[in-house]
């Protein structure tokens, strides 16, 4: 996927400080390959990408322009331990990739690798902060999430772009 193929709908959404993007679907279907593709285009902000499975090394051999961005791996935070503690310690993490940039645009990859490991109370919490801190950054965020269910999420984003996979049989005759 090239920027240029980029919807002009998802460009023009983003063009604007304080926006937040849900990007959901089913695995495989491309939501992380989506995400690097907005942050791609937009280059010229400050990028933080929070992975909680994506290898920094891979990433940035794969995309090498990820080289500028802030990598801050959630995977060595000890996920499958993910208590009220925890979350407080990415929220650190999170809050403090932040410090000092004038215009941040962060993915959080996925956020339901978290999110899903804390009580439901403790969820929309985290949630919140996170809404309340970009807004405040003047940021733009970009959460993805690995189920395609309705969360507390998707009442808190500013849009939603769900993701489907279908399979295409041969094109023999």
């Known amino acids: 996927m090239s920027h240029e193929n980029l919807p002009p709908e998802l460009v023009a959404f983003f063009e604007n400080a304080g926006k937040t993007l849900l990007i959901k679907g089913q695995p495989g279907c491309g939501k992380t390959l989506l995400a690097l593709e907005i942050l791609n285009r937009f280059q010229d902000h400050d990028l933080v990408y929070v992975s909680t499975r994506v ?28 208590q009220l503690g925890t979350m407080e310690y990415l929220m650190e993490q999170i809050i403090g990739s932040l410090h000092g940039l004038e215009k941040p645009l962060i993915v959080l990859d996925s956020w339901d690798a978290v999110a899903n490991r804390v009580a ?42 769900t993701l489907t996979r279908s399979m295409v049989a041969g094109g023999g005759e």
């Open 55 to 82: 290898p920094v090394e891979w990433l940035k051999r794969q995309y090498p322009w990820m080289e500028k961005a802030r990598i801050v791996e959630a995977d060595r935070l000890r996920l499958e331990d993910a």
């Open 120 to 161: 439901s109370g403790e969820r929309l919490k985290a949630e919140s902060a996170l809404m309340s801190m970009i807004y405040a950054s003047n940021g733009k965020a970009i959460f993805v999430a690995e189920e395609a269910v309705e969360t507390t999420l998707d009442y808190l984003v500013d849009g939603i772009v």
